[in-house]
């Protein structure tokens, strides 16, 4: 399954035409549009802003955006719109009648109302004109066309996301190998830092403190030194938190919010590196690998 983002954006618009009694197939001037918009969130939101005769239509597309989208914070956007806007209408006499009588009744009642413009008039005559028409066959078929290009370009996004998550992942496993040799090597060196003063207490001492017992509290000193700066268990927790990472990206599907949840251990596991650290390379390391992780987790609430 692809990786989804929740990021993404689509518009189409219906471009059909009637056919006249004489087989003419002719441009409707009305036409169709909608669009719809996603960033990201933690549950699926979504709002929706249409014309007046689309109203009705929206508990169908709920069901569909519910049925196809499962995060995200979405706006759906939908409207007719007359591609003969430049086109003016003719008023009829009728009409002009009827508004100049209106309008006598209202400034009746209020001297102090505003005239009617012509814009007014070119508009009233205008809708007076249009038929009514139930477009909720033509906005779901449209609205099934933009969620599949939405679910395209948010699929993009998502492939994306998951080579740059897969780059990090890499990044950081080459810096956690970088890490497993520095303990040892720290231990060792610590250890002969311990036997030195050892044998310097031995050269300046009287004799009251028995050697044996001086070198075993310098090795005792070396082991707890050894625990204290053993960062084994979490080189070892991290490369594991690594691979279900890789897993369940290649895997794909809802995997938004395990990835947090990952993210969030891999974070812990090298903050305890960093205050386990008695060495600047290794403390580098953990400074490089929270840097990689926090931009792994920027991406990671995009995905759905």
């Not at 005239?115 to 009514?132: F, H, K, M, N, W």
């Not at 990472?245 to 990952?262: P, T, Y």
């Not at 600047?280 to 992780?293: A, C, H, W």
Request: charged fraction near 30%.
């Amino acid at each position: 399954m692809p990786v989804y983002s929740m990021t993404g954006y689509a518009i189409a618009q219906n471009s059909k035409a009637t056919t006249t009694q004489d087989n003419e197939v002719k441009a409707t001037p009305l036409q169709l549009g909608m669009e719809i918009r996603s960033v990201n969130s933690r549950f699926l939101d979504l709002s929706f802003k249409l014309a007046d005769d689309l109203r009705s239509c929206e508990p169908a597309l709920r069901e569909l955006l519910t049925s196809r989208l499962k995060r995200g914070k979405v706006e759906v956007r939908a409207a007719v719109e007359n591609t003969q806007s430049s086109s003016v209408t003719d008023p009829t006499p009728r009409l002009l009648q009827r508004l100049n009588s209106v309008q006598d009744q209202v400034k009746a009642w209020l001297p102090n109302a505003t005239p009617l413009s012509v814009a007014d008039i070119l508009r009233l005559a205008g809708t007076e004109q249009a038929p009514s028409r139930d477009w909720s066959a033509e906005l779901m078929e449209l609205a099934q066309k933009v969620v599949s290009d939405l679910l395209d370009a948010r699929s993009r996004e998502g492939e994306r996301l998951s080579a740059m998550l897969l780059e990090r992942i890499g990044q950081i496993r080459a810096l956690a190998a970088k890490a497993t040799p520095l303990v040892p090597q720290l231990v060792e060196q610590q250890r002969q830092r311990f036997m030195e003063r050892w044998r310097d207490a031995m050269a300046l001492t009287d004799g009251s403190t028995l050697p044996e017992m001086a070198q075993d509290r310098a090795l005792t000193e070396a082991t707890a030194f050894a625990i204290r700066i053993d960062v084994a268990e979490e080189i070892t927790r991290l490369a594991s938190h690594l691979d279900e990472l890789e897993r369940l990206i290649v895997k794909g599907g809802e995997i938004g919010k395990r990835l947090d949840f990952l993210i969030q251990e891999l974070h812990r596991e090298a903050n305890t590196m960093g205050s386990k650290s008695a060495a600047l390379e290794l403390t580098r390391i953990s400074v490089d690998m929270k840097v990689l992780i926090e931009q792994m987790r920027e991406q990671v609430q995009n995905i759905e």
